[in-house]
């Protein structure tokens, strides 16, 4: 069964900033997707970032930055130069490479950013 | 584009009551998808479906049924509703492409009292 693990359940950053989100991972899948999306008070869910696990690089977004480390089962979002919109539940998801998205979520990280 | 639409947005349902959760998709995507998202917590997977025709269970199907009888629809019916069921329930899709991002509906949030 795969598991996703986010440990911080809240996180509070001052405008600017850089950010790091943790997210670990357990699959016994030798290929596998992860992806982390975004749900701010509206409640939507927006896709920030992908990065499959044969992929030799790690995945940039924009100011969005995917730090994947296999070895470890990890897979933290990095945000350069947060800003006052990045004020969100942010959520670390584990699906297979292919196929459909029969994606495992973790427990979320609130982020919120101080002016 | 209209993406992934849900109706209702709201609902209050008694203990007992059935009622469907409507999706629509226009963006052609053979697969979709219903989750729920239970307060303070990461979506968890209910059903879903690789194309007209085929429903499989996720991870918490107990209490619901779907069907998909075009790709457009994936209508989710909760048949006797019970309090477990209050959550925000989302339908995504996404197309036949490896790795490729679930596009999301807005939600639709159900209490049952």
């Known amino acids: 069964a795969q598991k996703i693990t986010q440990t911080q359940p809240g996180m509070f950053v001052q405008e600017k900033e850089a950010v790091t989100l943790d997210c670990t991972y357990d699959?016994?899948?030798?290929?596998?997707?992860l992806f982390w999306y975004k749900q701010p008070s509206s409640g939507e869910m927006i896709f920030l970032i992908y990065?499959?696990?044969?992929?030799?690089q790690n995945a940039t977004e924009g100011r969005y930055s995917l730090n994947f480390q296999k070895a470890r089962k990890s897979a933290n979002l990095v945000i350069s130069a947060s800003q006052l919109g990045d004020s969100a539940m942010y959520f670390c998801?584990?699906?297979?490479?292919?196929?459909?998205?029969?994606?495992?979520f973790g427990q979320g990280t609130r982020l919120t950013i101080n002016p | 584009n209209a993406g992934v639409t849900q109706t209702p947005k709201f609902r209050i349902l008694k203990i007992g009551q059935s009622m469907t959760l409507q999706c629509a998709q226009d963006?052609?995507?053979?697969?979709m998808y219903w989750y729920r998202q239970d307060p303070g917590m990461g979506l968890k997977l209910i059903y879903y479906?690789?194309?007209?025709?085929?429903?499989d269970k996720g991870e918490v199907p107990n209490g619901y049924n779907v069907s998909r009888s075009t790709t457009e629809d994936f209508p989710l019916r909760l048949e006797l509703a019970a309090p477990s069921q209050t959550s925000v329930y989302f339908c995504?899709?996404?197309?036949?492409?490896?790795?490729?991002?679930?596009?999301f509906g807005q939600g639709t949030r159900l209490t049952v009292v």
């Open positions: 699959t016994s899948d030798q290929s596998y997707g």
């Open positions: 995504a899709s996404s197309p036949n492409l490896g790795g490729a991002e679930a596009f």
């Open positions: 998801a584990m699906g297979p490479n292919q196929g459909a998205q029969k994606l495992v």
């Open positions: 990065q499959g696990s044969y992929d030799e």
């Open positions: 479906s690789v194309g007209a025709g085929i429903t």
């Open positions: 963006m052609n995507h053979n697969y």
